[in-house]
């Protein structure tokens, strides 16, 4: 059975003299993103992010520190919706 988890890392934004913006990340070593705005480079670094770590996971590497602590951590937690049946009487104004 496959999960989804996600994963919060952090990056850094720099905008480019030649303009654009790169983004890097201490957290996930060979993250490098460019892109013409920030939005565009924060999406474009989300996605290299994601294939950095499948590709760790397709090829039986360690993942990086922080993707290691932010999975435990989720592990530990679930978050879920659940149906809650209310009567509606004279307490509902």
Same mark, same amino acid.
């Given at each position: 059975?496959?999960?989804? #988890?996600?994963?919060?890392?952090?990056?850094?934004?720099?905008?480019?003299?030649?303009?654009?913006?790169?983004?890097?990340?201490?957290?996930?070593?060979?993250?490098?993103?460019?892109?013409?705005?920030?939005?565009?480079?924060?999406?474009? #670094?989300?996605?290299?992010?994601?294939?950095?770590?499948?590709?760790?996971?397709?090829?039986?590497?360690?993942?990086?520190?922080?993707?290691?602590?932010?999975?435990?951590?989720?592990?530990?937690? #679930?978050?879920?919706?659940?149906?809650?049946?209310?009567?509606?009487?004279?307490?509902?104004?």
């Amino acid at each position: 059975m496959n999960t989804t #988890a996600e994963v919060l890392i952090s990056i850094q934004i720099e905008s480019l003299e030649e303009g654009g913006y790169l983004a890097t990340s201490n957290d996930l070593q060979g993250l490098l993103a460019q892109g013409r705005t920030v939005a565009e480079t924060m999406e474009i #670094a989300q996605d290299v992010a994601r294939r950095l770590i499948e590709s760790c996971l397709e090829h039986g590497n360690p993942l990086p520190p922080a993707v290691q602590a932010a999975l435990k951590k989720q592990q530990r937690r #679930a978050t879920t919706k659940v149906p809650v049946g209310i009567e509606m009487g004279a307490a509902v104004a």
